[in-house]
Every structure is written in C-alpha cells, then in structure tokens.
C-alpha cells in the first residue's frame, strides 16, 4: 500500500498540470484508499502527503470547472484530522479556493467543502483566522438560512456538517461568535431545531452550537426573540439517556440567566420537568443519578432569580411548584435542603411573599433545618438557611413575629462559625430582626458573646462584607442599648481607632462611623 501511495503523489503532481479527469480521480481515489485504511489518529498517510508537497497542488483542484472538487475537498478533510496538518493546509493556500467552493450548487461538494473547513478550524487560530478573512462564516450561515426547511436526508447530512463548522470555526473565540450572532445564526439554529428534531446528528450539532454562543450576553437577547424556550423544553421532555439531558441543561443554565427567558421557560414547563427529574433521582445513589439531581435542583433555584417567574410559580403561596419545593427542607438530601432553602430566600424577595411564608409557618422550618446543621455542619445549607431568614426579616410586621418563635437564638448558635459567608448572614438577619425592635436589640446588646464577635467581626480587615456588616449591626445595637458590654466595645473600638489614626473635628471616630450608617438603614441598605 505504501509503494501505491507513494506513486499515487507522484502521479498527481504530473496529472494536475497535464491529464485527463479518468487519470486524475484514479490518484485522488488512491489517496482517499490510504486515507480510509488507517485509523484516525494515524498518522502515516497524512506525513507522506505533507512531505511530498501535494498539498498546493490542491489549491488548484479546488474549483467549479475541476473534474473532482469533492474528491479533493474530501482528502482535504482527512488529512485535516490531524493536529500538525491543519496549520499546513493554511500555509498551502487552500483556505480561499474553499470558501469559493461553498458557492457552489453541488451538494456532495459543499458537504466534503464544510467537512474540510470546519477540520482545519478545529483547535486552530490560523485556521479560523484565515476563513473569518476569506468569509467563510458568513457564505455558511446564509446556506443554512436556505436550506433549513428541506427534510431530505442528504440535505439533513448537510446542515449538521455547516452547524458543525461553524462550532468548530467560533468554539471558544468570543470575537467569533460575536460575528456568528450579528448574522443572525441563532433564529435560524432555533429553527432548525424545531424542524428536524427528528434527526439526532442534527439536534445534537444545534444543541452544541447552542452552547457555544449561549454563553454571551448579546446572544441571551437574540435568544429571548426566538420560541428557543418552547423548542428546547419539548426536546428534553423526549430524553431519557443521562448524556443527552446533561448536554440540554449545558445550554439551559446559560440561557435561564436572561430574566425574559426564565418566564419563558417556566410557561413552557421546565418545572415540571425538573420537580420530576427531582422526584425520581433522590433516593438514587447512581453517581449520574446524583447529577441530575443537583443539576435539577441548582436550574430550578436559578429560574426563581427572576422576579417575574418567581411570581408565578409562588401563585399567592397556593402554587404546587411552592409547596413541592416546601417540601425539600425537610428532606435528609443535603442538596435538596439547600435547594430548598435558596428557593424559599428567593421566593421572599417582596413583602407580599414574606409575610404569606411567616404567617403559613416557614420559619420552624428553616430553624429546624438550622438546627440539623449546628455541629458540623453544611456550610452551604447554613448560609442557605440564613439568607431565606435574613429576607423575611425584612417586612416590619415579621419582626416580632420571628423574635418571637425564637430566630435570635436559633442564629446565636452560629457566632462560633469561622466561615465568612455564615458571618456576613449571621449579621444581616440579626440586623433585619433588630431594625425598630428596640426590646430585642437591647437584649441582644447585652450578649456578651455577640458583641465579643462584633469587635473582632469589625477588624476582619480580609472579609470587607464581614466587617461592614458587623459596623452596622454594632451601630443599630448602640442605638437601642446603654449595656455595659457594648459600652466597652465602644472603648475598644475608640481605642483601635486612635491607634489608627482615625480621628478628626473633635469627634471619635466610631461617632462619625455611627451616624453614616443611620443615614444608610433609612434607605434600607
């Protein structure tokens, strides 16, 4: 085989310049024969075609009026399989004549033509540089706005080849898909989808792409316009396979971080699909199983972010969706405690919601969750928790209501935590409870413990958050409390200032400090 694909070069240097079309596409189905015989990270057949200096003599064959531009095309996009070629078919030239062959009529020709462009740019600068300047890109994308609605099976096996070249041609390149998106590929991608997601290859190719461009702001716009929400849904509803919904939620997150998407994909009945991937994996101890659960539960938690699809899946506290998620915080399911927790701070993001959850009992819930995570416990769950309290502390008349079940002490229980994000809520929910409760802030003011913390809280020169909460909280307790610990607090604090240099007009310098955080709390920061 050697010693045919070696005459075969030979031949076809000769052949090119002076030969009839039998003689030449004899040479080119030799190469094509070598080619197909050895795997694909063998390497052998593309060296010997890479030294005998073949490759400008491509460049030539590359045309309209040549006997055989698939046959080219196609040898072109084997050899381009490997690494150290790609960088070679650049330098050969053969970049431009392709892009002129994608304006071709010939079917099999623009598929062995996009085959070959989208190998060299896989992995390659120079090779996408060189199509981006010989305007590659954009002769594709107007090919698949043509071509989008025919079903036949040889021009499906032509759409998944250009959707695949564009991936491989912008695949990590924000410069790129940028250009991708100001030419509108993502309507025509949507559409795509929507007709032939009969064809896997196809879908599959879409779903890739879809990933690639989701990741860029502008494309979260252009996405919003298009049925994209009602599109995907239906396909996930489809899957069973682990991998094919794992490549679906890669290109969900991205996208559920447009607002106007999130609503979107709510009222196209992602929940239903997610509570049910919940409910089925939760007992599960199957590595993908687990997954799926946490993928679920995390895209869930991240439709709530918006504040229009929240609404609607609180439903005035009566939405299935509100109590299903109710129902995780009890759950002995690390991930769904969490999930649930986050769900419930996200849910207590206006005073309506708050005041519905206090009155209907969700705090004992979040306590009792509190309390399973006291010694040793998830960190993430406990911040989680904190924050939903920390929210629904906000509205005036929770206040009382939640000092009075006791969320004080329940948050007490986690000054010794040396985890600055259970700091920072720890603070934030003391402060919301405190805010014109003037007993309890007294009360808390004379927690010897607390304001031992708050002193060195208001030092944690490493965790701004940390410290700025503290000074807050420091100054709502004074204003309420005359205790001798805060008082010598306040000599500490004093202290370390003048040590500091932190002082001017007369005035300590916590004084100043004090005064610019009550001007802060009247506008609710």
């Known amino acids: 085989m050697a010693d045919n694909l070696s005459d075969a070069l030979k031949k076809l240097k000769i052949t090119a310049v002076d030969s009839t079309a039998d003689s030449l596409e004899g040479c080119l189905d030799c190469l094509l024969q070598a080619l197909a015989q050895n795997s694909f990270s063998d390497t052998e057949t593309s060296e010997k075609i ?142 795509l989808l929507g007709i032939h997601c009969q064809n896997a290859a196809l879908t599959e190719m879409c779903l890739v792409a879809f990933g690639n461009l989701a990741e860029l702001e502008s494309s979260k716009e252009q996405f ?68 799926e659960l946490k993928t679920a539960s995390d895209l869930m938690v991240l439709l709530l972010l918006g504040d229009e699809s929240m609404q609607k899946l609180f439903e005035g506290g009566k939405g299935s969706v509100f109590q299903r998620v109710l129902s995780w915080i009890p759950s002995n399911n690390h991930q769904l405690q969490l999930a649930g927790a986050l769900a419930i701070a996200n849910f207590a993001r206006n005073d309506g919601n708050c005041i519905h959850m206090v009155d209907n009992g969700i705090v004992q819930k979040l306590m009792d969750l509190l309390d399973r995570h006291v010694e040793d416990g998830n960190v993430t769950v406990q911040h989680a928790a904190l924050s939903a309290l920390r929210n629904l502390a906000i509205p005036v008349v929770n206040k009382s209501k939640m000092l009075s079940a006791g969320v004080a002490e329940a948050v007490l229980k986690f000054l010794r935590s040396e985890m600055p994000p259970v700091q920072f809520k720890l603070l934030g929910t003391l402060r919301m409870l405190i805010d014109a409760q003037a007993e309890a802030a007294e009360q808390l003011g004379k927690n010897v413990k607390l304001v031992e913390r708050l002193v060195e809280w208001c030092e944690a020169k490493d965790h701004a958050g940390v410290m700025g909460e503290s000074n807050r909280l420091l100054s709502a307790l004074i204003r309420h409390s005359k205790s001798k610990s805060l008082l010598s607090a306040m ?23 004090w005064a610019k955080d009550s001007e802060e709390w009247r506008r609710g920061t």
């Open 491 to 513: 000599k500490q604090l004093t202290a370390l200032g003048r040590k500091h240099g932190k002082r001017g007009g007369g005035t300590d310098w916590w004084g100043c400090w």
């Open 224 to 291: 919003a316009y298009t049925n994209i929400a009602e599109e995907i849904v239906k396909l996930f509803k489809k899957q069973i396979e682990h991998d094919k919904k794992e490549m679906i939620f890669e290109v969900l997150a991205p996208l559920a971080e447009n607002d106007i998407i999130k609503l979107q994909l709510v009222e196209a009945g992602l929940v239903e699909c997610l509570l049910e991937i919940v409910q089925k994996t939760v007992d599960s101890d199957k590595e993908d199983d687990i997954a």
């Open 50 to 191: 890479q030294k005998s200096g073949i490759l400008p003599v491509f460049a030539s064959l590359l045309t309209p009026q040549s006997s055989c531009p698939a046959k080219v095309a196609n040898i072109i996009a084997e050899v381009a399989k490997n690494e150290f070629m790609r960088n070679s078919c650049v330098d050969a030239g053969l970049i431009p004549p392709l892009v002129q062959l994608l304006n071709c009529k010939d079917q099999e020709v623009l598929l062995q033509t996009g085959r070959a462009l989208g190998n060299i740019c896989y992995d390659s600068h120079e090779g996408r540089s060189a199509v981006d300047h010989a305007g590659g890109a954009q002769i594709v994308v107007d090919h698949l706005r043509s071509l989008c609605s025919k079903t036949d099976p040889a021009n499906e096996k032509l759409l998944t080849v250009f959707c695949g070249m564009l991936m491989n041609y912008s695949n990590e390149n924000d410069t790129l898909q940028s250009q991708l998106i100001n030419m509108g590929v993502i309507p025509t991608l949507v559409k």
